[in-house]
């Protein structure tokens, strides 16, 4: 299995392991030079026209933009992509530009497969490249199913569509939660200054007093994605969580949301990134994320970069 102290970090390339003897080649070496070995075979094979990186991995420019910017580190970049195996296997295709592109930001942190982060500092917004990828480079010996078998080596076909400020990353979710609003016709919501969507459907115990800064607070809630009716996390009734209003180390929209709540109040609020999980690793493909939350190799259930739903009862006030 991929080593939990590797994964979790997304960074760098894969680190030599210091061996007892000295001239024996370690098993990641070894799997090092067998991914190497068999991805030059592919692109000898095929007649692969592409550029090998120092990283290992290879690319083709297949649409320029040579009037565009330099992707840079730190960017928020919106991706198209298909991802499959030198096998032709086909993990994810997402290139239908009908829809939103998939949001990573450009960092060490950045995204699994780790390949689609790294071209991005070669690329310009608009290009489209052809990777091709060893498995240290993707999801090295992991394995998911049928979908995803160990130590494939990848072919995987990128846009690089959009890059976001972070104000116009803001424009974009509050048209996300818009269109959400109205797509499934939930009323009751107010939009606050600093953005969070808020609805009280239980005002609680009317002789409690509201919450203020200070106060610590214990709650259960349900936490999902706005695609997805499922819940991503939740506690139940008899362990809930507890935070004290106004930490620094808080996320935002629990300073906000929570601020002037009762006993027993029940309210939801609709969460921009900027206000709960602007940063964390982002996974191609979506599905896969709850796997390796489960597997202990991350450990950020929400995706970043978009809004939530959450739903809460404020159990104590104290």
Known sequence: MIKRSVLPALVGMAMLITSCFPEAESDLEKSIERDDSLLANYISRNNVDAIKTALGYYYKKEITNETAEQIKNGDIIGVYYEIKTTDDQLIESYLDESKRPRIFVHSEGGLVPRVINFASSISKKGETLMLYVPSYLGYQDYSYQQLIQPNSNLVIKVKYAETYSEEGLKLLEEELIEEYLSANQIEGFNKTNEGLYQK??????????????????????????????????????????????????????????LLGVKKDMELEMLVPSHLGFESGPQVFPYQIRKDLIDRGYINQVARPNEPLRIKIKITEIR
């Open 200 to 257: 009280i459907s239980n005002t609680g115990d009317e002789e409690s007093v509201e919450s203020k800064s200070g106060d610590v607070i214990r709650f259960t809630f349900k936490m999902y994605q706005l695609d997805n009716p499922n819940t991503i996390a939740e506690n139940a009734a008899n362990t809930p969580a507890q935070t004290t209003l106004g930490n620094s180390s808080n996320l935002k929209f629990l300073n906000l949301g």
